[in-house]
């Protein structure tokens, strides 16, 4: 993976260029939009009003306070508090009015801009997925649609909104009390924003540490608990919580360097709207003391700049938090970014076979440049035929399957089915044509029955009960109180490792697919129970087309074919019996592992 340039959050380009990607699911809610901007713009004329109400409420008190030496509460006051208390009301029911209006709009987005990179993310290659930390993907995922929906709501109703009152209040001041007012007001708000993208840009930074730790910190933990077992089996719970603690301690730093930052950030800020307040109230002190200006002026330049202290403080909020956003929305978007390296044609065919034959023709392949894993492998798999490989483990047999379902693409040679390149196929039908008993199975964490309905998620409950029984399931799934109901862990964890490969097994029969692989199928069994499987084996791949790979000979002796892989390339082929014939590694093999059955069941004999 690319690892992003830390200046890309400085980039402007970035900005517009998230910007853009937010606008179609703008233009989804147009009225919507529309009306909400209605309420927007209504509510900044209540805002707007209020000091004025203030300002002639006061001078109608101070008028009638002057002329009769007292005050009563008369009709023209009365009129305009009422007024100024409905202004207010408007003012906080228009403001719920429109976020309420356009809470859907994010909702909306968040739900497609989730959806797309869940199917991203799962479109990328394998490759990919080994290295990368699911904890820290989701958790990239998660923080990136939280900031297109602040983005989205800020772009909206701050930014614009905010300016605008500020430039109609500059103009109030400069229409109405002259040009110094408006003058130190425009002043402060320059300062004021400077200061702020400068102090933001510091800590940019720190925000990007932060999340970086805070990353790498529940990739951990996620890592660490999925490895439970694993990590009581060495009694590794300090060295684990060490680590963690590690990542805490890095994160805690990273935490106290923003939080001390915001601090200063905070601060002069706070600084430079004290001084301006303090500024105006002078002025505005020394016109009324001149006699330019009554008690209500003064009144109204304090509610002004009171009112103004509040946007402007959101201004620099805005700002930060549209640093963090973005910043969060970068990683998101770099992740939509990753191009899978197993790509489709885009005049792919579909690939519809009954009994495909399969075939590697001169096949290489490598991981990483500097290890080449296959070399010129050439092989068939003839219609319906039933062909192994064999070989130590190492040797690359699970990759000739992985190049066979094209989550790696070979460097050279090709793999066919049916004649035709994989390349040339659309992975959709390649992948659906394969059915496979992986090595190591993984269930999800949900029950028997649904963990092998995924196999044909619409299939009915007698085709699962069918499958089970062909995959010798029922006999164990009838042991268990709540039966095919029973959850099965996460990952699978509650079964054994030969309980989950029946379980693939019985996936993959509901699949129903044209050619079938068995990766190791039988490894992690006992040799009664392999029996049992390599029956139920033989009785599905019947009139399949089937890629038996083995370490184990026993599952391959019936194989109409067998391969011996040996350092990336076939060196014997042919029969159980002419292999046994010829002397060579095969027959090695198939020794040793007699002898050491022989060990086991004398071994079971005397236990
Ligand atoms: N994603 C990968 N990246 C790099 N090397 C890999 C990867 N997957 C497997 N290998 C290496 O390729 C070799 C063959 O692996 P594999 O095909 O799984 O062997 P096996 O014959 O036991 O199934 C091994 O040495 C393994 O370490
Ligand atoms: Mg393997």
């Known amino acids: 993976m ?66 009769a030496g007292q005050t009563l509460l008369v009709a023209v006051p009365l009129l305009m508090i009422l007024g100024y208390g409905l202004a207010r009301f408007l003012n906080v029911m228009l403001n719920e009015a429109r976020d309420t209006l356009f809470g859907r709009v994010t909702e909306r987005a968040i739900r497609r801009i989730s959806l797309m990179t869940f199917r991203h993310v799962h479109g990328l290659d394998l490759g990919f997925h080994l290295n990368r930390q699911t904890g820290g993907l989701s958790r990239d995922i998660e923080r990136g649609t939280s900031g297109v929906s602040f983005l989205m709501r800020i772009m909206i109703f701050n930014i614009i909104p905010t300016l605008l009152e500020l430039l109609v ?30 102090a933001t840009e510091k800590r940019t930074r720190f925000i990007r540490e932060m999340n970086e730790a805070d990353s790498a910190t529940s990739t951990h933990a996620v890592d660490s608990l999925l490895n439970y077992e694993t990590v009581k089996y060495f009694t590794n719970e300090e060295y684990e919580a060490r680590h963690y603690d590690e990542l805490l301690a890095t994160l805690e730093i990273a935490k106290r360097n923003n939080r001390l930052s915001l601090f200063a950030l905070n601060g002069g800020q ?58 969060n929305i970068e990683r998101m978007f770099n992740l939509l970014n990753e191009k899978p390296s197993v790509v489709e044609k885009p005049d792919a065919e579909l690939l519809q076979v009954t009994k495909p034959a399969i075939s590697f023709d001169n096949v290489s392949f490598h991981y990483r440049p500097d290890r080449e894993i296959i070399r010129n492998i050439t092989f068939t798999v003839g219609p319906g035929e039933k062909v ?59 029950s028997i029955f649904h963990n092998i309905q995924y196999g044909m998620p619409d299939a009915s409950e007698e085709d699962v009960d069918r499958a089970i029984r062909m995959a010798h399931l029922d006999h164990f799934i009838s042991q268990l109180p709540k039966g095919k109901d029973t959850l099965v862990g996460e990952r699978g964890l ?12 019985a996936r993959t029969i509901l699949k129903n697919p044209a050619i079938l692989v068995f990766d190791e199928a039988t490894s992690s069994l006992d040799s009664k129970t392999e029996r049992a499987i390599l029956q139920a084996i033989r009785e599905i791949s019947a009139g399949h087309t089937s890629l038996v790979i083995a370490h184990r000979l026993s599952t391959v002796v019936d ?49």
């Open 270 to 327: 706070a600084l430079i709207v004290a001084v301006a307040m303090t500024l105006m109230l002078l002025l505005a002190a020394r016109g009324v003391a001149s006699g330019d200006m009554t008690l209500g002026d003064f009144v109204l330049v304090n509610s002004f700049m009171m009112q103004l202290f509040m946007p402007l403080n959101f201004l620099g909020f805005v700002y930060r938090e549209i640093k963090g956003s973005l910043a």
């Open 388 to 446: 192994a490989v064999v070989g130590a483990s190492g040797s690359g047999k699970s990759t000739l399957v992985k190049l066979l379902f094209r989550f790696y693409d070979c460097q050279s040679g090709k793999v066919t089915i049916a004649g035709r390149d994989i390349r040339d196929l659309t992975l959709h039908s390649l992948r659906s044509a394969i059915g496979i008993v992986p090595q190591d199975t993984v269930l999800f964490n949900d």
């Open 2 to 67: 690319a690892r992003r340039t830390p200046t890309d959050i400085e980039n402007l380009d970035m900005k517009w260029h998230v910007f853009r990607m937010l606008v179609p699911y703008l233009l989804e809610f147009r009225l919507r939009i529309v009306i909400a901007f209605c309420c927007l713009a209504l509510a900044k004329v209540a805002t707007i009003s209020f000091p004025f109400f203030q300002k002639y409420i006061v001078d109608d008190l101070d008028a009638q306070l002057n002329a």
């Open 494 to 505: 509650k079964l054994s490792g030969g309980e989950k490969q029946r379980v693939a097994i």
């Open 169 to 198: 209040v500059i103009i109030i001041f400069l229409w109405n009390y002259g040009v110094e007012f408006a003058a130190v007001i425009f002043l402060a708000i320059i300062l004021y924003f400077i200061y702020s993208v400068m």
């Open 559 to 607: 194989a109409d074919r067998i391969f011996v892989l040996e350092n990336g390339g076939i060196v014997e082929s042919g029969s159980h019996q002419e292999l046994l014939a010829q002397h060579g590694t095969y027959h090695h093999m198939w020794i040793l592992q007699q002898q050491e059955q022989e060990k086991e069941k004398v071994a079971e004999v005397q236990a």
